[in-house]
């Protein structure tokens, strides 16, 4: 039951991200603004991690059977891919440096204001 209530917890945040994308039409996904409600729960205290801590772990220990169904689905659609290989390949390599780069960034910055 535990893990059940820790599970409601993480999908409501969930939930309430979808809602506020469908009904303020916000250009950010649903997903997304869970996930940062999530955040701000945890950050301020709202929620505290030992709620969600067991299904969190769960999630992440098991997260590479969740991508299964888009690596499906990549395999699908290869006819797709087949005639784009050099600009999906571009696309990939250059918004995996922009990614690594803000990253980089954010946690540089992120040290600074917490020391």
């Known amino acids: 039951m535990k893990y059940f209530r820790q599970l409601i917890i993480i999908l409501g945040a969930y939930f309430l991200g979808m809602l506020l994308e469908y009904t303020l039409k916000l250009p950010i996904p ?3 603004l ?3 409600l999530l955040f701000l729960a945890l950050q301020t205290g709202l929620i505290k991690e030992e709620w969600v801590e067991g299904t969190a772990d769960f ?4 997260m590479a059977f969740l991508f299964l169904p888009a690596g499906v689905g990549l395999m699908t659609s290869a ?7 050099l600009p999906f390949t571009v696309i990939i390599i250059l918004t995996t440096a922009v990614v690594w780069t ?3 960034f954010t946690v540089k910055a992120l040290r600074k204001l917490f020391k």
Do not use: W
């Open 34 to 36: 869970g996930l940062v």
């Open 59 to 62: 999630l992440l220990t098991h």
């Open 79 to 85: 006819g797709v891919l087949k005639g784009n290989v």
């Open 102 to 104: 803000v990253t980089a």
């Open 30 to 32: 649903g997903v997304v």
